[in-house]
């Protein structure tokens, strides 16, 4: 009887890179090659460019440290990587309610700024959105960005917070209320919260 291969093919599901990684460490690349960009991006629309840069890279280091408790069952990984991201973000909590703070306080966005060039106009329009984020619990902001920004499904949120898919449901509806109210829509209608779009 033979097992699956020690090294398994450039496409194969992440539950078996992750399993067959704990016997060649080197396979965990694959998923760094695969989803860093992602979760690049994500870090860097809630921190900034240099702060994505070190939680990107922390992102992978824990989940490479951990990688032996992950359900090799699933087989995608993006969910549980959005989730380390997640966490190591929440422990950046004043840093990202610093930057949205300032954002809705002047109007200008050094997160976008660092990226994108005449960021003034655009930006401008999107400060009580990021006064309204900034409001938010920590709880309701990720599952609200991880949804509209890293556009993950219920289930793949609940997964990567570690929460029931009903908590993501309340907390997303609760934000999306809150927004709304902070915008000064009617909370009772419209199913959709606008996104903060940094190009």
């Known amino acids: ?11 194969a599901d992440d539950g078996l890179v992750i399993a067959r990684s704990l016997e060649h460490p080197e396979l965990f690349a694959r998923l760094y090659d695969r989803y860093a960009p992602d979760i690049h991006r994500y870090a860097a629309r809630r ?34 990587l959005y989730g380390i991201a997640a966490h190591l973000i929440g422990k950046q909590r004043r840093t990202e309610v610093r930057a949205l703070r300032a954002l809705a306080r002047t109007g200008h966005d050094p997160v ?21 984020l900034a409001a938010l619990s920590s709880a309701d902001r990720h599952v ?18 570690g929460i029931p898919v009903g908590t993501v449901r309340s907390r997303l509806n609760r934000a999306r209320r809150k927004v709304r109210a902070a915008l000064g829509a009617d909370p009772a209608f419209g199913s959709e919260v606008p996104e903060v779009v940094r190009p």
Not at 1 to 11: E, F, I, Q, S
Request: hydrophobic share 45%; net charge negative; glycine share 4%.
């Open 1 to 11: 009887m033979t097992g699956p291969p020690a090294v398994p093919d450039p496409g």
């Open 47 to 80: 921190l900034g460019d240099q702060a994505a840069d070190d939680l990107t890279a922390d992102t992978f280091l824990t989940a490479f440290r951990v990688r032996g408790r992950y359900d090799t069952a699933r087989t995608s990984a993006r969910p549980w």
């Open 112 to 132: 976008a700024a660092s990226w994108v060039e005449d960021t003034d106009s655009r930006v401008a329009a999107q400060a009580p959105l990021a006064d309204a």
């Open 144 to 161: 609200l960005l991880l949804v509209a920004w890293a556009d993950l499904s219920y289930q793949d949120v609940a997964e990567a917070l």
